[in-house]
Nanobody
């Protein structure tokens, strides 16, 4: 069992930056691939990025490549999402998710989810 709690969301102007954090409790965090997803009002949950259990592999949706960076600290049971050059279309609730041993861009393949943190980018 893994519990996930996101933090770091807020309101920022376009072009600004935010750093989201996801704290995991429970056993064996280092066994889990971690993903960030987002959901805007009236839209489906969308894949943003993921990172392998070791941190050695990362993947990004094209719309955030070069602007967002995912990282993890297995000693501290945390995963972070650094978001730079934010755009109004990045506005959404951001969720972190955990999947045992591997990653995916499909949300239904993840075992555990946080409750989300709101990111709002004003133009």
């Amino acid at each position: 069992q893994v519990q996930l709690v996101e933090s770091g969301g807020g309101l920022v102007q376009a072009g600004g930056s935010l750093r989201l954090s996801c704290a995991a409790s429970g056993r064996s965090f280092s066994r889990y691939g971690m993903g960030w997803f987002r959901q805007a009002p009236g839209k489906e949950r969308e894949f943003v990025t993921n990172i392998s259990w070791s941190g050695g592999e990362t993947y990004y949706v094209d719309s955030v490549k070069g602007r967002f960076t995912i990282s993890r600290d297995n000693a501290r049971n945390t995963v972070a999402l650094q978001m730079n050059s934010l755009k109004p279309e990045d506005t959404a609730v951001y969720y972190c998710a955990a999947r045992l041993w591997s990653c995916s861009s499909h949300p239904y393949r993840y075992n555990y989810w946080g409750h989300g943190t709101q990111v709002t980018v004003s133009s």
